[in-house]
C-alpha cells in the first residue's frame, strides 16, 4: 500500500509538500496547458476557469471531483489525450498518483546547404511508466522574443524545426 503521509519513514513536513506544494504544481500545470498565445491576456482561459470554479463553489463545499469538473469544461483540445474531454489522465498522474516524471531535453543545430540552421530536439522522460500521458509546452527564447513551438501531447515528440531567422 506504500508509505502512509505521517509515519517513521517519512518526515514532518511530508503533509506540506504532498498537499500544498502539490497543489501548486497542479494548479501551474493546468495554467500552461491553457495558455493562448494569440491573446494579450495569455492566461486568460486560466483565470476563467479559476473564476468560474470560486463563483460555483462560493461558500460552498468542493471536492476534487469538483474541481475536475470545472477543470473539464473549461478544458481546450489540445487537453482531451483521451478524446473523451476528460481529464482523468490528468488527475490520476498528477493529483491521485504519486509518479514524477524526470525530462531531458537535447538539442543539436546544424547548417544546412541553403544557409538556413536546422534545429533538432528531443524530449526523452524517465520515471514513470511508458504509458504516462503528458501535455508539454516547448517555447524558443531568441533574443527578447520568445515563440510557442508546439505542444507534445500524449507520447514524447521529436522537435525539427528549420527557421534561419531563429539564429
Given at each position: ?80 489525450l ?39 530536439g ?37 522537435l ?8
Amino acid at each position: 500500500m506504500g508509505q502512509r503521509i505521517r509515519s517513521s519513514e517519512t518526515g514532518p513536513g511530508s503533509y506540506q509538500d504532498l498537499i500544498y506544494s502539490k497543489g501548486g504544481y497542479v494548479l501551474q500545470m493546468l495554467r500552461e496547458q491553457l495558455v493562448d498565445p494569440r491573446n494579450q491576456d495569455s492566461d486568460h482561459l486560466f483565470k476563467d476557469m479559476m473564476k468560474d470554479y470560486c463563483k460555483t463553489f462560493d461558500n460552498k463545499p468542493a471536492s476534487t471531483e469538483d474541481f475536475k469538473s470545472i477543470v473539464e469544461k473549461h478544458m481546450t483540445r489540445n487537453m482531451d489525450l483521451d478524446g473523451n474531454h476528460k481529464m482523468d489522465w490528468f488527475f490520476n498522474q498528477y493529483v491521485y498518483g504519486t509518479g514524477i516524471p524526470h525530462y531531458a531535453f537535447h538539442t543539436s543545430l546544424d547548417a544546412t546547404a541553403d544557409g538556413k540552421t536546422h534545429v533538432k530536439g528531443e524530449i526523452t522522460r524517465a520515471g514513470v511508466p511508458d504509458t504516462w500521458k503528458d501535455v508539454i509546452p516547448l517555447y524558443a527564447h531568441v533574443g527578447d522574443k520568445t515563440m510557442a513551438i508546439r505542444l507534445c501531447a500524449s507520447e514524447l515528440c521529436r522537435l525539427r524545426v528549420q527557421r534561419s531567422r531563429w539564429i
